[in-house]
């Protein structure tokens, strides 16, 4: 028998991206349905979303969605099934998913999102015809009060499917005045401790958590960093009360999309037997960049240019990494202080240093298969992606043991050298001092051609598909319907 799930998300590919969550949302349906559950994504319909919708069906209108009036469009894209919440007072705008083109959040984010989570609890518990679910996952706070919904005013009381929460990052949390709680619509018993009342105000987030039937993160790790004050930004306390429903599971990666084997973005594919194949990558994304060919390693970071990535940290070790023989290749964008320092460095080291600020998908892959190591020196990392696709195209990953990093790489120490088994190399604080340690064992491995070679085909083969969490959520969704 099918299991049917309705996954509520912010975002996902290949509709809508700002970060890891949406390679995660856009992944989930494939990685799962081999184990028998058919996923549909709920989404906000951003004007990227609305614009993709080939054939489709208005399955619900609302007249009055906390205050707007709003469709829901179900549709389908690459096999998959979605539903978009097609409310343009919402989600019709120029600018981010999230903020406006200057970085600021947009003022009605709690609207905006509550109408998410209500438009998602309204699907999950037959207040849509047609529509029946058997679980309801939602993504992070935007799509948190999807469950608050379902628990304290669902459609239909006899409707109401188990839930889960995943948290993708603990540090958004969605956080509002206590003035919006009249206006999203419960009843004042959900004005509560255990509801979505948090210190005076209302926490979308923690709402989530405490309305779920079973909460994940996405890393093993990470799982047991939040029940500690330094990573549980605040609801540290709340996750070692629900330790019982909190698992870990580690996100997978795409690997039909990221396969240097097959990637058509590439200049030259090749595996991990024919590793020689990948200089023309690095040749031509030295061109790309402007840096000088040279001998020493050549690293790259794909990053939101943050202080959670420890951006302010590399800004300090440039200097270090250029005097080292190494050349630097940055894609990314965020903090204005980062960027502008960034380019910076750029201009005090031309041929050594070169930033794109920016997003490109496509230069992403390009710098995974051209680079020699990619450098994640985060200070949380829930899971992280990058270092995995770094993995998956033999660009050794120089990474903090944080996380999602410390379960996905393995550190080049001796003990990993004798036995073969290194991937990459980490460090434990996000310091000045250990990250120029780490990159002068990284220069010095990578001088050594035979166990260089060897960090890139161990981690070429590893294998971080979906094919163990598929079934991991899969298992999960069995048990809380059970
Ligand atoms: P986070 O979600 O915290 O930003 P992840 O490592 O989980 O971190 O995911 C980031 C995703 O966004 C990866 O797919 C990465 O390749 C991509 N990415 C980040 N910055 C850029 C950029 N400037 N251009 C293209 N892709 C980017
Ligand atoms: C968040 C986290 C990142 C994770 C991604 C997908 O953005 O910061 O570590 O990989 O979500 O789960």
Not at 70 to 77: I, W
Not at 116 to 133: E, I, M, N, T, W
Not at 396 to 419: E, K, M, Q, Y
Not at 451 to 468: T, V, Y
Request: hydrophobic share 45%; charged share 20%; with cysteine.
């Amino acid at each position: 028998m099918t299991t049917s799930v309705l996954s509520v998300a912010s975002e996902a590919v290949p509709l809508i991206k700002t970060g890891g969550l949406a390679d995660v949302a856009g992944a989930l349906p494939g990685a799962l349905r081999p184990h028998g559950v058919e996923v549909t994504t709920l989404l906000p319909g951003y004007p990227s979303v609305m614009a993709a919708i080939g054939k489709s069906r208005t399955v619900h209108r609302y007249d009055d969605l906390l205050g707007e009036e709003a469709t829901l469009v179900a549709f389908e894209l690459g096999g998959n099934r979605f539903i978009a919440l097609d409310a343009p007072a919402y989600f019709a705008r120029e600018g981010g998913a999230y903020a406006d083109a200057n970085g600021h959040d947009w003022q009605d984010n709690w609207r905006r999102f509550a109408a998410l989570g209500r438009a998602g609890a309204d699907l999950a518990s037959g207040g849509v015809k047609r529509q029946r679910f058997d679980v309801l996952h939602a993504h992070d706070w935007q799509a948190a009060m999807a469950t608050a919904y379902l628990r304290f005013a669902p459609a239909k009381a006899k409707c109401v499917p188990p839930s889960v929460m995943t948290i993708h990052n603990m540090a958004f949390q969605g956080y509002f005045p206590s003035a919006i709680f009249s206006r999203l619509g419960l009843p004042d018993s959900a004005w509560a401790i255990h509801g979505v009342e948090y210190h005076g105000g209302v926490g979308f987030l923690k709402a989530g958590l405490e309305s779920a039937s079973a909460i994940t993160t996405v890393s093993p790790s990470y799982a047991r960093e939040i029940k500690t004050p330094e990573f549980g930004m605040g609801l540290d306390g709340l996750i070692v009360t629900h330790a019982d429903r909190v698992t870990g599971i580690l996100n997978g990666i795409d690997n039909q999309t990221w396969k240097p084997a097959s990637d058509t973005q590439l200049e030259q594919t090749f595996t991990a037997r024919t590793l020689p194949r990948r200089l023309a990558n690095k040749r031509s994304l030295e061109a790309e960049f402007g840096l000088d060919e040279a001998d020493g390693p050549l690293f790259v970071v794909i990053s939101r240019l943050s202080w959670q990535k420890g951006m302010d940290v590399l800004l300090e070790v440039i200097d270090h990494l250029v005097g080292i023989g190494g050349r630097l290749a940055v894609l990314g964008s965020g903090d204005p202080a980062i960027e502008n320092g960034l380019q910076d460095c750029e201009a005090r080291h031309p041929g050594r240093v070169s930033i794109r600020i920016g997003y490109d998908e496509a230069l992403s892959h390009r710098m995974q298969a051209g680079g020699d190591a990619i450098l994640v020196p985060s200070r949380f990392e829930p899971c992280g992606l990058t270092q995995l696709y770094g993995l998956a195209y033999g660009c050794v990953p120089v990474v903090a043991r944080t996380g999602g990093l410390s379960d996905t790489v393995i550190d080049a120490n001796v003990a990993a050298l004798a036995a073969g088994t290194g991937t990459g190399v980490q460090f434990n604080h996000v310091t000045y001092s250990e990250l120029v340690a780490a990159l002068d064992r990284t220069v010095a491995l990578y001088a050594q051609p035979a166990i260089w070679r060897r960090l890139q085909r161990n981690g070429m083969a590893c294998d971080f598909s979906w094919s163990i969490s598929g079934k991991a959520y899969a298992d999960l969704y069995a048990s809380l319907i059970a």
